[in-house]
């Protein structure tokens, strides 16, 4: 008799206990179905450049928002299966693209089909940051300056090769753009990446690279390679001492970027919550820090400016494609 009373009077807490704990788990789960789930298509590897700027944005979106935001890597053909991913999101969709110039710009210009179209398929949110491109030197190379390097480039053919992380890139053009500057000959090499290309410039494998300058900050501390000029309108903080190429007397787009951008289909009202948030993120010290930490600069474009940037770099880079007949295979 008082065994039976003494279960039953542990047996009805523990009953309610859980049932309490079932509602709980009940409740999260309704809380958590609640929140926007918004995806962010990154077309490069975990660990790459881009990836690693998307999760700060998409960790700051996600505190912003109140919402369940999920990077997504698509990595292949520099950046294209991405951008094909994105214009593929069905109706009211909620898929953003944290990509590059590359993937807005050269893409559309370099590949006959490439299955997506910036202006009808994407919605531009905001540029997030500007990256640069340097030219650099093994650390054992003879040239000091620019000109050093173009002047090694008229006595022997073969120093004209320069690594670019893909063929068809931007990096790739800029040397076209200086060749016809100086009125030399400089052959790409294309590599999987920069880092590829960086491992065989420090090992004097190749003459020079053109890459992003973030991924030559640390390698040039080190003095493993020397950076000779960077495409930009301004000097790199990281790289005070290093000249532009605008002051050298070669002109061409300075906007290397990352940017964001949604499916044109994406929900309208979300779609002005994120918009509004992607511009708070410049108010924010911490996140801001994040960003700088990587090497790029935190720079805020709108919408509009973000469209206007790509048009003008569209339009100067086609013309370099135009003139040297060139079509990825």
């Known amino acids: 008799m008082s065994l039976t009373f003494s279960l039953k009077k542990i047996i009805r807490p523990l ?29 490069f590897p975990a660990g790459a450049g881009t990836d690693q700027l998307a999760r700060i944005y998409a960790n700051f979106l996600s505190n912003k928002l109140d919402a369940n935001v999920v990077v997504e890597n698509r990595p292949g053909a520099g950046g294209l299966l991405a951008a094909q991913a994105l214009a593929a999101s069905k109706d009211n969709n909620q898929t953003l693209l944290f990509g ?28 997030i940051a500007n990256f ?25 053919i073969n120093q004209g090769n320069y ?9 790739h053009f800029v040397g076209y753009v200086l060749a016809g500057h100086y009125k030399t000959t ?20 190749i003459p020079s690279a053109i890459v992003p300058c973030d991924a030559l900050v640390e390698h040039r501390k080190s003095g493993k390679i020397r950076v000779l000029a960077m495409v930009s309108e301004k000097r790199y903080s990281q ?26 289909n994406f929900n309208p009202e979300l779609l002005k919550k994120i918009t509004q948030a992607t511009e708070e993120i410049f108010n924010d010290p911490e996140t801001t820090q ?6 790029m600069e935190p720079d805020y474009a709108s919408p509009q400016q973000l469209a206007e940037i790509v048009e003008i770099n569209t339009k100067f880079w086609g013309q370099q494609v135009k003139k040297s007949n060139f079509q990825l295979q």
């Not at 893909?166 to 990096?171: E, L, N």
């Not at 050298?248 to 290397?256: E, H, L, Q, R, Y």
């Open 15 to 43: 009953g309610s206990a859980v049932l309490g704990l079932s509602l709980l788990s009940a409740a999260s789960s309704v809380q958590a179905q609640s929140k926007p789930l918004i995806r962010v298509l990154v077309g």
């Open 100 to 127: 590059v110039d590359h993937q807005f710009v050269m893409l559309p210009l370099i590949t006959k089909n490439p299955g997506f179209d910036v202006k009808k398929d994407m919605i531009p949110i905001a540029r």
């Open 132 to 156: 640069y491109t340097c030219l650099a030197v093994p650390a054992s190379s003879s040239a000091q300056t620019l000109q050093d390097y173009i002047d090694s480039t008229k006595k022997d």
């Open 163 to 171: 690594g670019v992380p893909a063929i068809g890139s931007q990096a």
């Open 186 to 205: 400089m052959t790409p090499v294309p590599y999987r990446g920069a880092a590829p290309a960086i491992t065989d410039l420090i090992g004097a494998q």
């Open 239 to 264: 790289m005070p001492d290093v000249p532009t190429f605008i002051e050298n007397g070669v002109k061409m787009p300075t906007d290397a970027f990352q940017a964001v951008y949604a499916s044109i």
């Open 290 to 295: 994040k960003v700088a930490a990587t090497y």
